[in-house]
């Protein structure tokens, strides 16, 4: 067997890190991050470092990379200075719609205009849903980390309602194969699910 390629991460350069991160932990699922500015503008944003923090109450976690200057992006501003989001699930059907949410649009101009996509109301917060996301999370803004010398943030938002559009739910579930949703993998490559794999715990329960 060959020996392993290592890696320090204090002689290493970031975008070398960065590469590991990223081609080691996939996919990672991906999330559509709406938000509104204090002067009333509609943000959307991509978000593939994003996963649940706990269930009681529901509460989620959004890694929100600064811009290369050191500038807070748009959905941090806006979750930080409105106290509130939504996260919207990212299927197949509009994963490319999704990676053109992702261009460096100015602060004064919105995401929903420069793509089609249509803003739909909350019911608990003043931030929009994406119309065609066939899943929302009304969020609230519970915290802001930031971590290390860089003061990385890590957005956790508080979910105070959730939205689930009935064709991609069977027996009370969300049914994968129904949904569709897009996985994040490295470099500019995207994937869905692929082969699904089942196996239950000796209990049904899992550990």
């Not at 070398?16 to 990672?28: C, D, E, K, Q, W």
């Amino acid at each position: 067997m060959s020996e392993y390629l290592e890696f320090d991460p204090n002689e290493i350069e970031r975008r070398a890190i960065y590469r590991l991160l990223t081609g080691s932990i996939v996919p990672r699922p991906i999330g559509w991050a709406s938000s509104i500015s204090k002067e009333g503008v509609h943000n959307i944003a991509p978000f593939s470092f994003f996963t649940c923090v706990c269930v009681a109450p529901p509460m989620i976690s959004l890694t929100v990379a600064r811009n290369p200057d050191g500038t807070k992006k748009h959905t941090l501003i806006n979750a930080q200075e409105t106290g509130e989001f939504c996260f919207n699930v990212v299927t197949h059907r509009h994963w490319e719609q999704m990676v053109d949410t992702a261009n460096g649009i100015p602060a004064q101009e919105s995401e929903f205009d420069a793509t089609g996509l249509e803003p739909i109301p909350a019911k608990k917060v003043k931030a929009p849903r994406i119309k065609d996301a066939p899943i929302h999370f009304e969020c609230k803004t519970h915290n802001v980390f930031e971590l290390g010398p860089n003061k990385h943030p890590l957005l956790i938002g508080e979910v105070v309602y959730f939205h689930v559009n009935p064709d991609v739910m069977t027996g009370g579930y969300i049914d994968m194969k129904k949904l569709e949703p897009i996985g994040r993998l490295n470099g500019f490559w995207q994937c869905t699910l692929g082969e699904f794999l089942e196996r239950s715990f000796e209990d049904g329960q899992p550990r």
